[in-house]
């Protein structure tokens, strides 16, 4: 019965899903993957702050039905019941914000540009949302929008009722900009400057918009009021309004395309179009994303976990966004967000290594290596631009999170093999970044250095906040930083200082407390310490939080708490202490309102800093509760609904901790060649490595109740240790795990089934 039932879910899941206008296969990867998870979020509480992007992989443009107003970070919320236009984005978040911003919205009827007035009823049961298509009805307007993208372009479709008043409205936005409307050509161009920082003075966003049919309507407005027949306007707030009769069910087709170059580049940007039918752009950009998806494919009898694993996935490799273009003779180009010129070579934007560096690329290194080769390019490049790498870029500097965690992505690409960008050019970045701060955005380089670098720690007594948080940072790259510097080859002269400082963390324990705590210039612990207050010491966090986060060197960590047996109590804490403690020490924030509600003690997997923190008791001899605690959250935190996570997925970062976990692994030291061992969640798993080779990841008696790894073997023979390295897997390799309900003691508990610690290596 129990299979019949599997059977019956099994058919169920994909007879329901809508003719969309193109062929769908049954066997797409695409068709797990749900763009709605994590969009049932606000500002007071996030279940993802995520918005549905219509897009391939890394392109430069996004789309997203927009239901909140212009400049609403939260641009599509799944309570929404109204559309008010289809918006090209580049937000990484709602509290980065967009730019390059602009809408296209059909209607039908009245003639109006206001927002409000022209936003449409509409219902999730006629709306489709795939990563490489979306359609809706808009009931107010009887048309319905299907959105096909590629990398810098997008073909709409709408389907007009009956009427001589169909129309459809551009929007270019405030804060300066400018459309002229081309009837000769069934054209509108335009550009926005609207942004929310991070750009230079002369930037726009340039687009162009083509149209099937002839316009017998044309009018041009300028901050709301429309004027027929005007053909350009440059404002405040510009949009334009074109319009046309039509039959019932006429389907009329808008050609996009942007560039931050120029108009003549956004020409050149619409060529990505081809010659293509709708359906064949959708198509295409189907098989772009069963390509990218496919690099892991799952086998499994629970459809729940494959279409949360997809949808994370998916979410794994929007960001960072190709932020260049390619000229006229096929040549690599950018508009540099940091100087405002247009220069040669790879640029990328849209991610805070605040919360990436942590796995998102290291999942890039695994799986996608070549994309982030280009990717370190666009790192050289922002460095030779503004003279900092960026540590949140959106699309350039910006002034948020702290760290210097430039130097973990850097180094653990080139750690993992990645070739043929400037490491050299790089390596002088990062020595720059670690000892200088950017002079109007403290975020890039490294606020505080100049105390760091005196006391071996950043005192709470000075005008730097978060100075525990930074402090623990930076300590972990300076490790990454002489690890690069070693395998460059870097004399000792050079690099010893930044092993000396990857052990500034130590300065910071306070032994009667056994957790990380703020520190005075005198050198001494003062006041009253409450390790749940989400304090100025920390970021987004408190004592319980930030105490794990020695990535390099848990060894040493644990040598500070006494052993492996206060370790584990103190890591078992954490699940112990009220979520509740603590939170009357600043004003409630959505963080602590989100770990509050996922009733797991102090463990705040909605936020970065203590995501690896479960993968640690691997280093402290008892794996069995890393696997336990890592089922629970995969179980109970993540799903692919509209509430599909417990906090902010910030680019990427989130979902691939998902994905990791899911595969039964995880990166803890960024920088190291070893992978963390957790609980494997699928029958079976075929990553295909860019190489050529395959990992293969078996498991025998999976379920929800077997969560434990009796044995495992690798290539064939047992294996106990609680790491897989690199070098493994791209050789190919094939894991077979046994899993059990009761949890195996006697396995992965000797000092060489542990894994790497920098304490360990100083020894040798």
């Given at each position: 019965?129990?299979?019949?039932k599997?059977?019956?879910?099994f058919?169920?899941?994909?007879?329901?899903?809508?003719?969309?206008?193109?062929?769908?296969?049954?066997?797409?990867?695409?068709?797990?993957?749900?763009?709605?998870a994590?969009?049932?979020?606000?500002?007071?509480?996030?279940?993802?702050n995520t918005?549905p992007?219509?897009?391939l992989?890394w392109?430069?443009n996004?789309?997203?039905?927009?239901?909140?107003?212009?400049?609403?970070?939260?641009?599509?919320?799944?309570?929404?019941d109204?559309?008010?236009?289809?918006?090209?984005?580049?937000?990484?978040?709602?509290?980065?914000?967009?730019?390059?911003?602009?809408s296209?919205?059909?209607?039908?009827g009245?003639?109006?540009f206001?927002?409000?007035?022209?936003?449409?009823?509409?219902?999730?049961?006629?709306?489709?949302?795939?990563?490489?298509?979306?359609?809706?009805?808009?009931?107010d307007?009887?048309?319905?929008?299907?959105?096909?993208?590629?990398?810098?372009?997008?073909?709409f479709?709408?389907?007009?009722p009956?009427s001589?008043?169909s129309?459809?409205?551009?929007?270019a936005?405030d804060?300066?900009?400018?459309?002229?409307?081309?009837?000769?050509?069934?054209?509108?161009?335009?550009?926005?400057?609207?942004?929310?920082?991070?750009?230079?003075?002369?930037f726009?966003?340039?687009?162009?918009?083509?149209?099937?049919?002839?316009?017998?309507?044309?009018?041009?407005?300028?901050?709301?009021?429309?004027?027929?027949?005007?053909l350009?306007?440059?404002?405040?707030?510009?949009?334009?309004?074109i319009?046309?009769s039509?039959?019932?069910?006429?389907?009329?087709?808008?050609?996009?395309?942007?560039s931050?170059?120029?108009?003549?580049q956004?020409?050149?940007?619409?060529?990505?179009?081809?010659?293509?039918?709708?359906?064949?752009?959708?198509?295409?950009?189907e098989?772009?994303?069963n390509?990218?998806?496919?690099?892991?494919?799952?086998?499994?009898d629970?459809?729940?976990?494959?279409?949360t694993?997809?949808?994370c996935?998916?979410?794994?490799?929007?960001?960072?966004?190709?932020?260049?273009?390619i000229d006229?003779?096929?040549?690599?180009?950018?508009?540099?967000?940091?100087?405002?010129?247009?220069?040669?070579?790879?640029?990328?934007a849209?991610t805070?290594?605040?919360d990436t560096?942590?796995?998102?690329?290291?999942?890039?290194?695994?799986?996608?290596?070549?994309?982030?080769?280009?990717?370190?390019?666009?790192?050289v490049?922002?460095?030779?631009?503004?003279?900092f790498?960026?540590e949140?870029?959106?699309?350039?500097?910006?002034?948020?999170?702290?760290?210097?965690?430039?130097?973990?992505?850097?180094?653990?690409?080139?750690?993992?093999?990645l070739?043929?960008?400037?490491?050299?050019?790089?390596?002088?970045a990062?020595?720059?970044?670690?000892?200088?701060?950017?002079?109007?955005?403290?975020?890039?380089?490294?606020?505080?250095?100049?105390?760091?670098?005196?006391?071996?720690?950043i005192?709470?007594?000075?005008?730097i906040?978060?100075?525990?948080?930074?402090?623990?940072?930076?300590?972990?790259?300076d490790?990454?930083?002489?690890?690069?510097?070693k395998?460059l080859?870097?004399?000792?002269?050079?690099?010893?200082i930044?092993?000396k400082?990857?052990?500034?963390?130590?300065?910071l324990?306070?032994?009667?407390?056994?957790?990380?705590r703020?520190?005075?210039?005198?050198?001494?612990?003062e006041?009253?310490?409450?390790?749940?207050?989400?304090?100025?010491?920390?970021?987004?966090?408190?004592?319980?939080?930030y105490?794990?986060?020695?990535?390099?060197?848990p060894?040493?960590?644990?040598?500070?708490?006494?052993?492996?047996?206060?370790?584990?109590?103190?890591?078992?804490?954490?699940?112990?202490?009220p979520?509740?403690?603590?939170?009357?020490?600043?004003r409630?924030?959505?963080?602590?309102?989100?770990?509050?509600?996922m009733?797991?003690?102090?463990?705040?997997?909605?936020?970065?800093?203590?995501q690896?923190?479960?993968?640690?008791?691997?280093?402290?001899?008892?794996?069995?509760?890393?696997?336990?605690?890592?089922?629970?959250v995969?179980d109970?935190?993540?799903?692919?609904?509209?509430?599909?996570?417990?906090?902010?997925?910030?680019?990427?970062q989130?979902?691939?901790w998902y994905?990791?976990?899911a595969?039964?692994?995880?990166?803890?030291c960024?920088?190291t060649?070893?992978?963390?061992?957790?609980s494997?969640?699928f029958?079976?798993?075929?990553?295909?490595?860019?190489?050529?080779?395959?990992?293969?990841?078996?498991?025998?008696?999976?379920?929800?109740?077997?969560?434990?790894?009796?044995?495992?073997?690798?290539?064939?023979?047992?294996?106990?240790?609680?790491?897989?390295t690199h070098?493994?897997?791209?050789?190919?390799?094939?894991?077979?795990?046994?899993?059990?309900a009761?949890?195996?003691?006697k396995?992965?508990?000797?000092?060489?089934?542990?894994?790497?610690?920098f304490?360990k290596?100083?020894?040798?």
């Amino acid at each position: 019965m129990g299979t019949f039932k599997k059977t019956l879910s099994f058919f169920a899941f994909f007879l329901i899903i809508p003719f969309s206008g193109f062929t769908q296969k049954t066997t797409n990867l695409v068709d797990y993957v749900n763009p709605l998870a994590g969009t049932l979020s606000k500002f007071e509480l996030s279940t993802g702050n995520t918005y549905p992007a219509i897009a391939l992989p890394w392109g430069m443009n996004f789309w997203v039905p927009q239901t909140g107003n212009m400049g609403d970070g939260w641009v599509y919320t799944y309570t929404a019941d109204k559309i008010k236009g289809f918006k090209q984005t580049h937000q990484p978040s709602p509290w980065m914000n967009d730019y390059g911003q602009f809408s296209i919205m059909p209607v039908s009827g009245k003639l109006v540009f206001d927002q409000d007035k022209r936003a449409s009823w509409f219902s999730h049961k006629a709306e489709i949302a795939k990563p490489h298509y979306y359609k809706v009805y808009l009931a107010d307007h009887d048309i319905t929008t299907e959105i096909a993208p590629t990398e810098r372009a997008a073909m709409f479709r709408f389907t007009f009722p009956e009427s001589d008043k169909s129309y459809v409205v551009v929007d270019a936005f405030d804060r300066g900009s400018y459309v002229k409307v081309i009837p000769s050509e069934n054209k509108i161009i335009g550009y926005t400057t609207r942004n929310s920082g991070g750009v230079p003075d002369n930037f726009k966003n340039y687009f162009v918009i083509t149209f099937d049919k002839p316009f017998t309507y044309q009018a041009t407005v300028g901050d709301q009021e429309i004027r027929k027949n005007e053909l350009e306007a440059k404002e405040d707030h510009a949009g334009a309004i074109i319009g046309f009769s039509t039959k019932r069910h006429e389907v009329v087709h808008a050609r996009v395309a942007s560039s931050f170059i120029s108009f003549e580049q956004a020409e050149l940007n619409l060529k990505e179009l081809g010659n293509n039918s709708f359906d064949e752009i959708a198509r295409k950009g189907e098989e772009v994303w069963n390509e990218t998806l496919g690099r892991i494919t799952v086998e499994d009898d629970n459809i729940d976990n494959l279409r949360t694993f997809y949808s994370c996935l998916y979410r794994s490799v929007l960001f960072p966004r190709s932020f260049y273009e390619i000229d006229t003779k096929g040549n690599i180009i950018h508009y540099s967000p940091y100087n405002g010129k247009v220069l040669p070579g790879y640029q990328f934007a849209d991610t805070g290594f605040w919360d990436t560096f942590r796995c998102l690329f290291p999942f890039l290194n695994m799986v996608y290596p070549s994309m982030n080769a280009k990717m370190q390019e666009g790192l050289v490049n922002a460095y030779k631009e503004s003279g900092f790498l960026p540590e949140w870029s959106s699309p350039g500097h910006r002034s948020i999170m702290v760290g210097n965690n430039s130097a973990s992505v850097v180094a653990d690409a080139y750690l993992k093999g990645l070739r043929g960008y400037d490491i050299e050019t790089l390596w002088e970045a990062l020595k720059h970044g670690a000892n200088n701060v950017h002079p109007t955005v403290q975020a890039s380089g490294r606020a505080g250095y100049n105390y760091y670098n005196e006391y071996g720690y950043i005192p709470n007594d000075t005008e730097i906040s978060q100075n525990v948080a930074r402090t623990l940072e930076y300590a972990y790259d300076d490790w990454t930083i002489y690890q690069l510097g070693k395998a460059l080859g870097k004399p000792a002269s050079e690099i010893d200082i930044y092993a000396k400082r990857a052990m500034n963390y130590k300065n910071l324990f306070d032994p009667k407390y056994n957790l990380m705590r703020g520190k005075s210039k005198n050198g001494t612990f003062e006041g009253k310490f409450n390790p749940t207050d989400w304090s100025r010491d920390f970021t987004e966090g408190n004592s319980w939080h930030y105490s794990w986060s020695v990535f390099h060197d848990p060894q040493g960590l644990i040598d500070l708490m006494g052993g492996k047996n206060m370790f584990n109590t103190m890591l078992d804490s954490v699940f112990i202490v009220p979520g509740m403690e603590g939170m009357s020490s600043r004003r409630m924030i959505h963080e602590m309102r989100e770990m509050q509600v996922m009733n797991m003690g102090q463990y705040a997997h909605g936020n970065q800093p203590i995501q690896h923190m479960i993968y640690l008791y691997n280093y402290s001899g008892e794996p069995w509760k890393s696997q336990y605690w890592l089922r629970e959250v995969m179980d109970k935190l993540y799903t692919d609904g509209p509430d599909g996570y417990c906090g902010d997925e910030d680019n990427g970062q989130t979902s691939a901790w998902y994905v990791f976990s899911a595969l039964g692994f995880y990166p803890v030291c960024p920088g190291t060649d070893q992978y963390i061992m957790g609980s494997p969640l699928f029958k079976s798993v075929t990553v295909k490595l860019e190489n050529g080779k395959q990992l293969k990841i078996n498991t025998k008696n999976n379920s929800n109740e077997n969560r434990y790894i009796s044995t495992m073997k690798l290539n064939g023979k047992n294996y106990t240790k609680n790491y897989i390295t690199h070098e493994d897997i791209m050789k190919g390799a094939t894991l077979t795990f046994d899993m059990s309900a009761t949890p195996n003691t006697k396995r992965g508990i000797t000092e060489a089934d542990l894994p790497y610690s920098f304490s360990k290596e100083i020894k040798k």
